[in-house]
């Protein structure tokens, strides 16, 4: 279980502007091993909220309580940026090799194996990040971010700006990779339907400051989730939120 | 393959053809022709006279240069990473940048002596802001997408300045020391002609009184030669090994 419970983010005043209030009294929690999709407006904090809970921001009031399998345990968050964000000076291998933990846990390197070859990576692995196309950059991000057997998982928008079919395909791969070991994710995307396709449960956001108007499980089972069910689960969807269909 | 000894060996050829055709038309002792020169250095080198001396020239060179890289670099990355130091030592960056070399050596013998210290400090001095600046550029360059990514997947220390800041500075510190060379080379001269009793700055010095303009020539070929070889041997694998990744 994940709790989260934000008072408030704000970015400080400057010359110009006055202090602004990104999110405020922002609350949910999400359950161990649950696939959420966060949707939004562009500009409605998503972003924000993640550099929160990856804890890369800590100025902020509130808490996030993530789950402690033990005491001395950390938990492992992998983060999927929005851009792959691989170092361009390091081929894709040490890209994900440098991302895992020290010491190396034991089995590491199958794993990154197995990942690789399940990606369709294995023959760009000795490549530079500069070499490969947007859609191989981001299974490589994708790949980094499951090799550190991540306990909680977040995506901003990792497929963003990709062809219909690539992004299917890797979408498809994301979610075969998720089911054979499972993990809290906390995906954010701007599209509904990779939202519907993706998600047990989706949380609709509202901009300025962010805030929570709708929380929606998915019915559909995962294996039968097809574009005619997406499409009537969101026409239902529209006719029952008169807040969601103002929003996107 | 053939097109690479073209380009390697074309235009110095050239450039040593037209010195020959400007002696022959001068026709004066002030401008000795190629083989003059050429037959000039081999006598400074076999006479046992140059090389010493280009080896002092050169392990000042050395030191100065790496005093002023390694201090240089150091303070450059600090003001390229906290700005209100940046802008209150912005002005001292400028001033020093600006302060003519022959001041800072001659005052550098003033104060601290005829001394060698005082010699390669005015070469340090000369050299440092230059460093400075061009790393300061590079620390404010870097990405932060990187430092996030890093951080996020807790990256120690050390892997962060190997992996993450180094390549990212790496054509700067590049930039750096290619110009500096060039700098210091300059600087090193001076700083000899007017404190040191040995040196290749000491030696065209006394060619200069002698108007030996052939001895001059001659070192300066010896010179120049000292530095292709600097550039080819160091530089340039340093230079393509950190642009392998680059399409």
Redo the contacts between chains.
Sequence with gaps: MININIQEKSWPATERTAKQSVIKNLKFSLESGEFICMVGPSGCGKSTLLNLLAGLDSDFEGQIQLESKSKNYSPHIGYVFQNPRLLPWRTVRENIDLALPEPLPEQSSVVVDNLIEVMGLTGAQHKYPEMLSLGMSRRVALVRAFAIQPDFLLMDEPFVSLDAPTARKVQKLLIDVWKKRPHTVLFVTHDLNEAILLADRILFLAPSPTKIIADIKIDISRESRDEEKIDRFKKKLFEENEEIRMLL | MQNRWFYTLAPPALLIFSWQLLALVINSALLPAPFEVFSVLWQAITTGELLPNLGITLARLLVSFFIAMTIGTAIGIILGLRKPLDRFFDSWLIIFLNIPALVTIILCYVWFGLTEAAAILAIVINKLPNVVVTLREGTRALNK??F??A??????RA?IIK??IL?QLHPFLIAAARSGLALIWKIVLVVELLGRSDGMGYQLHLFFQLFDVASIMAYTIAFVTVIQMIELIILKPLDRR?Q????
């Design positions: 997408d990187y996030e990514m951080e996020s997947y807790n990256f120690s892997k992996h993450v390549p950190a392998r990744w680059r399409r």
